[in-house]
């Protein structure tokens, strides 16, 4: 069973960055499709950003294309998000999430077999 611990999170004000990142206990990292979603209260868990396990294709949801961006260090078995010009509705936790061998991107939550424990990411207007 692969563990995921995120760190990263935190406040920051609108039109500013963070840098999630993933680790994994793992040291097959490579071989995992990866993931992040996020769930804002009162709400379902949503797809962000994922890259399937060959690294050949990458994914984004709609409303973080060309401001976030999912990266891998498989050396490292880690994999970050970066987020630029954050927006107040991009308020939520964010959950690093992993499926073995998996070819794609998956945007479904039950895709996903391994999860982090969350971290919240707060964005102020």
């Known amino acids: 069973q692969v563990q995921l611990v995120e760190s990263g999170g935190g406040l920051v004000q609108a039109g500013g960055s963070l840098r999630l990142s993933c680790a994994a206990s793992?040291?097959?990292?490579?071989?995992?499709?990866v993931a992040w979603f996020r769930q804002a209260p009162g709400k379902e868990r949503e797809f962000v950003a994922g890259?399937?396990?060959?690294?050949?294709?990458?994914r984004y949801a709609d409303s973080v294309k060309e401001r976030f961006t999912i990266s891998r260090d498989n050396a490292k078995n880690t994999v970050a998000l970066e987020m630029n010009s954050l927006k107040p509705e991009d308020t939520a936790v964010y959950y690093c999430?992993?499926?073995?061998?998996?070819?794609?991107?998956?945007?479904?939550?039950?895709?996903?077999?391994?999860w982090g424990q969350g971290t919240q990411v707060t964005v102020s207007s």
């Open positions: 793992t040291r097959t990292f490579s071989n995992y499709a």
């Open positions: 890259r399937n396990w060959s690294g050949f294709s990458t």
């Open positions: 999430a992993a499926e073995l061998y998996s070819q794609r991107v998956g945007v479904s939550p039950r895709e996903y077999h391994h």
